[in-house]
RNA sequence: GGGCGGGUAGCUCAGUCGGAAGAGCAGCGCCCUUACAAGGCGCGGGUCACAGGUUCGAGCCCUGUUCCGCCCACCA
């Protein structure tokens, strides 16, 4: 038969194959639930990616991961729902748009507020699709006819119910109080979305206050000198002797005029540090502000929207607030106050968006009340009901909860879930309500207007997991697939995003979201480094996948997640799974050289057959449990290692003299079980390379349908044959140790060599003859050992193989000194285990058995090794 | 300041129950062999960061040290 005997291309074409079967599956509503139909519920919300985003490595991993459970589970008899949509993602989305917009010349306030939602909506229409298409690239098996978007109407309403409820619970308040300001973004941040930039050089400078008797003065050191434009007290420790008498004095402003009072505070103020006295900016300070609270203190804004310095400031009004530090660090200098600077590292609060340095602003804002939603959330998985992968995550979002402070939830942005609240001209009154409201619900009186504000991003996206379920209404969808099964995401949106959909899937639900969250790593170039645009070694998804085909890029991404770890991309590591879905497309077109219709089910196995039969039983079964332990990277390295060095290395080759010999029983057996491990091999590498599976299913004779539908292959299908592993394991012994014999002593492959052994041996190894001869080209005979021979010891008894060829002697001695070290040392180690009272004592009955055994062995082993030795020399 | 993770072959990483240290890639040698040279066969390569401790026995458990990475908090 010749090797091109095949319909199968030589090799295969990814790109063809995804043209061919994606569009297939998506018309054909394979990935579609339903409700309805059997089985257990599995669902996977996804993360949903910002409409404004392009996908990047970790869209990609991310989502490869969530496909193989999905598919894993769909085909393992689950009734999957694996639930796409995007995030409309407030802030990052506005100032793209804002941004496109600038770059025409329009500004967002000129257009107005109803003109520029009318932009954005328009660009979301037009660009918003972009990472969907994407997704599907990578052979995602999303349900598509659920997709939703946080500000479709079902999740609007959903927002809204959310707020209200919270509202009428005490649980939303509004309040005035200093917040995270950013004066680029003019809106109002939650604690989360400030960023904080390490190691900062600036300087500590230092600056006298004089008393206002005249008495003398106190200094104090800041590294924000603009801020004492709001100073409203100077601080101290209330035990300090060097300034406790002076509490209750007051200082003079020396460029304001005004007069600031001394205060006592213990919690403030470490009189170790510095100079043990503290200037005090209440309004623009988050410590200062608590202490301005304790002692009644005037919460003096200095800074307008923007962080100029307001009128408040005196002559430095108008000023940018970095511009005012250099003005008044030159005129306190001049009046003579200046104490001096030193180099001070410190960490700057910028904004996550938009990088402004943050400035804290007294400023109305809504808030969600955390305590009481936090607990339970901590409780849930304290108790097991949620646990993550791995484990030590649930520190982190512990840690987090326990101490999470009340969340600003308002911001000052145009494209947003508008806050459900309307402020009544007339009496002040705020109406929240789930309707628009038409008249305050305090006075009746019509004229109400919305507030302004939007809310926060993350806000729709806590309530993500049961609002694309329908919530609040009560549908069959949120029946069946709430809670859901995993999360899978990465550790930067712990808090942003698990920890909030917890404490608002219980609330509203009263169940977790999810029972499993499985955190991946973060996807870095080969050298470790965070990929980032600025740096140039971005890699870009669908480049990869254009060049290596998404089943390998896929298989690379999953074959790296190792728990725990972040993942080292590099192409070569994608050459690796190029390699094997090659090495395993020849395999099957080796297949077909061979089977032709699908084979009937044989009287009787060979030995080989039923043993890779049941190595493919140990293979499923161990990608089982390593996916059900999140542990990809074994699941990767298992379906790699039977597939290569079991069923290509070994099977194959063993086939070969039943499939190229004569017709009859092997023959008609070894096309069964070639054909029966394809068949599993399809469906268990279906959820890893969907399109590769596909194609391997489609051609294999005799399937029908998808493979995608099938049932994912079970251990049970394959029944143990401890026999079958032992004789073939024996032969594998006899054939590596022959070819190693060969590659010591430079024997060409093509020399055929003879050996001998013992009876015991040359009968359990008879039947395997053809093996011998064309893995090992060795031909196996009884009778006494040769005179020029190769000794070896396979499966307890000695091989010798006969040396035809020239010996290299040099190369012997070296051999066998390299030998007898081996085995000397071997001998040294057992006996020194076995000559030890306390492990003969307690180690396993196993293990001391098999060391004495082994000792015997080897020292039988040593006595032949130094006879031939001493031949040689 | 508090916390988490990591340090194992040249590189990237496994190592589950404490019992003689593993894989991929890279390297070296041999081979175009009729599924596959995108391949086959064989080989070499280790102070498991360091120091103590527990144990008959430690990469694994305990204590300490050190280096790298990350998170949180604070920073007058």
């Known amino acids: 038969m010749a090797a091109d005997d095949t319909t199968l291309p030589a090799h295969y074409d990814p790109h063809a194959a995804f043209a061919r079967y994606a569009p297939e599956w998506e018309a054909s509503a394979v990935f579609r639930a339903d409700p309805d139909a059997p089985g257990a519920p599995y669902c996977i919300v996804i993360p949903p ?6 996908l990047h490595m970790g869209h990609a991993l991310n989502n490869a991961i969530q496909d193989v459970l999905a598919r894993w589970k769909r085909m393992d008899g689950f009734n999957v729902l694996w639930l796409p949509g995007t995030d409309h993602a407030g802030i990052a989305t506005q100032w793209v748009v804002e941004r496109t917009l600038r770059a025409q010349g329009i500004e967002r306030r000129d257009l107005g507020r109803d003109a520029f939602l009318e932009h954005v909506w328009r660009w979301k229409a037009e660009s918003g699709g972009t990472i969907v298409r994407q997704l599907k690239r990578l052979g995602v098996s999303c349900d598509w006819s659920r997709e939703r978007f946080t500000m479709d109407e079902g999740l609007s309403r959903a927002v809204r119910e959310n707020f209200v409820r919270l509202h009428e619970e005490g649980l939303i308040y509004r309040d005035t109080r200093l917040v995270n300001w950013d004066p680029v973004g ?22 006298a206050y004089p008393l206002s008797d005249g008495s003398g003065e106190i200094v104090v050191a800041t590294t924000r000198p603009e801020t004492m434009l709001g100073d409203t007290a100077v601080a101290v420790h209330p035990d300090d002797p060097r ?13 304001l005029d005004r007069a600031i009072p001394i205060v006592g505070d213990a919690i403030l103020v470490d009189p170790a540090f510095g100079t043990g006295a503290v200037k005090v900016t ?16 005037p919460m003096l804004v200095i800074f307008t929207a923007d962080a100029k310095v307001n009128a408040e400031g005196g002559p430095y009004a108008g000023l940018d607030r970095f511009v005012a530090r250099r003005k008044i660090k030159e005129d306190i200098a001049a009046l003579g106050l200046d104490r001096g600077a030193k180099p001070h ?11 402004a340095v943050v400035e804290p602003m007294v400023s109305t804002q809504w808030f969600m009340r955390m305590k009481p939603l936090a607990t339970p959330a901590v409780g849930a998985v304290e108790h097991g009901f949620t646990t993550f992968h791995p484990t030590q995550w649930e520190n982190t979002y512990y840690a987090w909860l326990r101490d999470v402070k009340d969340w600003c939830i308002s911001r000052q942005l145009w494209w947003g879930h508008r806050i459900p609240a309307w402020h009544c001209a007339a009496c002040g009154g705020v109406t929240v309500s789930r309707e628009d409201a038409t008249a305050c619900g305090r006075c009746g009186s019509a004229e109400v207007s919305q507030d302004e504000d939007v809310l926060d991003t993350w806000f729709s996206s806590a309530l993500w997991p049961f609002s694309t379920l329908g919530w609040p209404e009560r549908t069959p969808d949120l029946a069946r697939y709430y809670p859901t099964a995993v999360l899978v995401t990465g550790f930067d949106i712990i808090f942003f995003w698990v920890a909030r959909m917890m404490f608002m899937g219980l609330h509203h639900m009263g169940h977790v979201p999810f029972k499993d969250v499985y955190i991946h790593g973060l996807v870095r170039d080969e050298n470790g480094d965070k990929m980032s645009k600025t740096k140039g070694n971005v890699v870009d998804p669908l480049q990869a996948i254009e060049a290596h085909g998404a089943d390998a890029f896929r298989m690379t991404l999953i074959g790296l997640a190792g728990l725990g770890r972040d993942l080292l991309w590099s192409d070569k590591r994608v050459e690796t799974w190029v390699r094997f879905q090659n090495k395993a497309w020849q395999a099957y077109r080796f297949l077909h050289m061979h089977v032709k219709e699908a084979p009937a089910t044989p009287a009787a196995l060979g030995p080989m057959d039923r043993w890779i039969l049941a190595r493919a039983g140990t293979c499923v079964e161990r990608v089982r449990a390593a996916l059900d332990a999140y542990r990809f990277n074994d699941a990767a390295a298992e379906i790699y290692a039977f597939t290569w060095y079991e ?13 190229y010999g004569e017709d009859g029983p092997a023959k008609d057996a070894a096309r069964w079980t070639l054909w029966t491990v394809f068949h599993a091999l399809a469906r268990m590498l279906s959820p890893f390379m969907p399109f590769f599976a596909e194609e391997l299913w489609r051609n294999l004779p005799g399937t029908t349908g ?13 029944p143990r044959d401890d026999a079958a592993l032992a004789e073939v394991a024996l032969l594998q012994e006899a054939i590596v140790t022959v070819r190693r014999i060969r590659s010591e002593k430079e024997i060409a492959p093509r020399v055929p060599l003879a050996a001998t052994c013992d009876e015991a041996l040359r009968v359990a190894l008879a039947p395997h003859a053809a093996a011998l001869r064309d893995l090992a080209g060795v031909t196996l ?25 020239v010996l290299d002697v040099a190369k012997e001695r070296e051999r066998l000194d390299r030998e007898l070290e081996r085995v000397r040392k071997s001998v040294s180690f057992l006996e020194g285990r076995l000559g030890n009272e306390g492990f003969v004592a307690r180690a396993p009955a196993a293990l001391l058995e098999k060391s004495r055994a082994e000792l015997a062995a080897d020292r039988e082993t040593l006595a032949k090794l130094e006879t031939a030795r001493a031949a040689l020399a």
């Open 345 to 355: 590292l410190m960490t700057l609060p910028k904004s996550q968006r938009s990088g």
């Open 647 to 659: 069923l290509c290395d070994w099977y194959l080759e063993f086939s070969k003299s039943s499939l």
């Open 706 to 718: 998808t493979c995608v539908t099938q049932a994912w292959p079970k251990a049970s299908d394959f």
């Open 49 to 54: 990616p910002n409409v404004t985003g392009s």
């Open 282 to 297: 209440p309004a623009h300070d988050f410590n200062d502000h608590e202490v301005g609270k304790r002692h009644n203190l």
């Open 243 to 255: 300034y406790m008498h002076l509490i209750g004095k007051t200082v003079r402003h020396p460029l």
């Open 186 to 207: 003019l809106t109002a941040l939650s604690d989360l979305e400030v960023e904080t930039e390490e190691n900062v050089q600036g300087e500590l400078w230092s600056f």
């Open 781 to 805: 005979g009884g009778g006494a050992k040769p005179a020029s021979a190769a000794t070896a010891v396979v499966g307890g008894h000695e091989l010798h193989v006969v040396l035809e060829g």
